[in-house]
């Protein structure tokens, strides 16, 4: 039976902790409350900077997150994807595409933690005086946006299929499956790519460190442009 590789983006603010105690031994969105710091970040958005030029053209995708609920978005080629924006567990990715772009558009190697960041710094320029409630700043937003955190790649290998579920929440046995040996037989590469970007599962339980490999990621270019380019360096 074929064993499939998975990767997982995220910044070398959570490396130490990874290598401590497994990917998924923590989850920083639990730990550190960081969810329930979007929700209120989320109201006071919407309050306080509601003609935000970033609120305005996020305010969708802030609200689902915050509600942990899915979202369908439209794009003007008409293609449609659906995302789960569920955060109460940690993903991992089977396309080493995918994580590379999760990695890079979140600096801070969590999309909850990106956003908060994102909302916390709009907000203090329009409100000069804006603070947060200690209960809720456990991560401590303000010196965490003075660092310089770096996109990394995790490696995962020697996962049992009944270790992960799908997006969904449905067992992620019978997709793989049927990947392994319905969809990768059929597909030519190109489109075998493009299928893997939305192949994403959750972990059920944590991977220890020996299974994990980590990367830097150097890039080139801008995710959009056909020039975009990446490097893994092995740490």
């Known amino acids: 039976m074929q064993k499939f590789e998975f990767y997982h983006g995220t910044s070398t603010l959570f490396l130490d902790s990874i290598k401590r105690v497994g990917l998924g031994g923590i989850n920083p969105n639990i730990e550190y409350k960081t969810l329930d710091l979007l929700k209120h970040l989320a109201i006071d958005a919407k309050k306080y900077i509601p003609d935000n030029?970033?609120?305005?053209n996020n305010h969708v995708s802030i609200q689902a997150m915050a509600n942990q609920q899915p979202?369908?978005?439209?794009?003007?080629?008409?293609?449609?994807?659906?995302f789960h924006f569920r955060?109460?567990?940690?993903?991992?990715?089977?396309s080493l595409h995918r994580a590379i772009v999760y990695a890079t558009?979140?600096?801070y190697g969590s999309e909850i933690l990106?956003?908060?960041?994102?909302l916390y710094q709009?907000?203090?320029?329009?409100?000069?005086?804006y603070s947060i409630p200690d209960k809720l700043n456990i991560i401590s937003i303000q010196n965490l946006i003075k660092t310089q955190p770096e996109p990394i790649i995790i490696k995962?290998?020697?996962?049992?299929?009944?270790?992960?579920?799908?997006?969904d929440g449905k067992t992620a046995k019978e997709a793989l499956d049927l990947l392994r040996y319905t969809i990768i037989p059929m597909l030519s590469d190109e489109d075998l790519f493009e299928f893997k970007q939305h192949c994403n599962f959750e972990l059920l339980k944590p991977v220890p460190a020996e299974n994990l490999q980590f990367f830097k990621v150097k890039t080139i270019g801008h995710l959009k442009d056909k020039n975009f380019e990446y490097s893994l360096v092995e740490l």
């Open 71 to 82: 979202v369908l978005f439209k794009y003007t080629n008409g293609k449609e994807e659906l």
């Open 122 to 129: 709009e907000l203090t320029i329009k409100i000069k005086n």
């Open 156 to 167: 995962i290998s020697n996962i049992r299929d009944e270790d992960l579920a799908k997006e």
């Open 114 to 118: 990106q956003t908060c960041i994102n």
């Open 87 to 94: 955060h109460d567990g940690i993903f991992i990715a089977l």
């Open 53 to 56: 030029i970033y609120y305005r």
């Open 105 to 107: 558009v979140n600096k």
